[in-house]
């Protein structure tokens, strides 16, 4: 004989079960990140690796300051300062090693930051064959002390009802 509490379901119950399953599922299928961790970097050597592979030739950040010329071949690419949502680490590793990967539409049709072939002009200076994995280490996580998170004004402001 079944007593009364037995027959009570629990609604939430069923939801989070749901929901852990649905997190499992999401969180096996973001497997290129799994087993994949690099030590951590130095801010201040990071610095200094922008520095020593000349960085500044396209790239101005925080006190660096751009020291391109008035060419294409040296664009000028500000990185760092206020942003509404952070690069991640790994976003900042592949534009290091594959800056080819991902290149704004403008950029490539302008070929302001690319070849004639929409290669990346940053791929002419064979970073990946100059550059230890620590001085990469380092290089982001100077990079990624140079933003800073900021929450996006809204363009409808309160009024009050």
């Known amino acids: 004989m079944k007593t009364e509490n037995e027959n009570v379901k629990c609604p939430g119950q069923q939801s989070v079960w749901a929901l852990f399953f649905a997190f499992t599922l999401f969180a096996a299928c973001q497997s290129e990140s799994r087993g994949f961790v690099l030590p951590e970097g130095d801010v201040a050597k990071g610095k200094q690796t922008f520095s020593d592979l000349n960085c500044s ?3 101005s950040i925080g006190d660096i300051k751009w020291s391109g010329g008035e060419t294409d071949d040296d664009p000028h690419i500000k990185l760092g300062g206020e942003v509404t949502a952070l690069k991640t680490y790994g ?5 290091v090693i594959n800056p080819s990967h991902k290149i704004s ?21 064979h970073y990946n064959e100059i550059m230890t994995v620590q001085e990469l280490v380092d290089l982001v996580t100077f990079l990624q002390s ?3 998170l900021v929450m996006p004004e809204n363009p409808y402001p309160y009024r009050g009802f």
């Open 105 to 125: 539409r403008q950029a490539e049709t302008k070929q302001i930051l690319t070849d004639t072939t929409g290669a990346s002009k940053m791929e002419v200076y």
């Open 57 to 59: 030739r396209c790239h």
């Open 91 to 95: 976003e900042l590793v592949t534009s």
């Open 146 to 148: 140079e933003y800073k």
